[in-house]
């Protein structure tokens, strides 16, 4: 079972990006997949996270409003959508249970470098 982020990249400010969080060896039915960040020198942060079924969505307040957390059930995938970035959200993203991560799903993740 993985869980495997990607869509990373280097993006100006004030620009977006989507990520992408792929599920293989296993079918996401329930449960919550989160999106958490680590920055250069800073401790891992949640982002954003949603609640499979239903949909409910919750997010941190630093980006509540500029990012997006979303589903597609037939690609057992979830996305970030990431709008107005700002160079502090420059971070390493991955993906993972929420609120409580399962160790072995922490993969490289996707780096998201924000220029000012």
């Known amino acids: 079972v993985q869980l495997q982020a990607s869509g990373g990249g280097l993006v100006q400010a004030g620009g977006s990006l989507r990520l992408s969080c792929a599920a293989s060896?296993?079918?996401?039915?329930?449960?919550?997949i989160g999106w958490f960040r680590q920055a250069p020198g800073k401790e891992r942060e949640f982002v954003a996270a949603l609640r499979w079924n239903g949909g409910h969505t919750f997010y941190a307040d630093s980006v509540e409003g500029r990012f997006t957390i979303s589903r597609d059930n037939a690609k057992n995938t979830v996305y970030l959508q990431m709008n107005s970035l700002k160079p502090e959200d420059t971070a390493v993203y991955h993906c993972?249970?929420?609120?409580?991560?399962?160790?072995?799903?922490w993969g490289q993740g996707t780096l998201v470098t924000v220029s000012s």
């Open positions: 993972n249970n929420y609120p409580v991560p399962t160790t072995r799903y």
């Open positions: 060896g296993r079918t996401i039915s329930g449960g919550n």
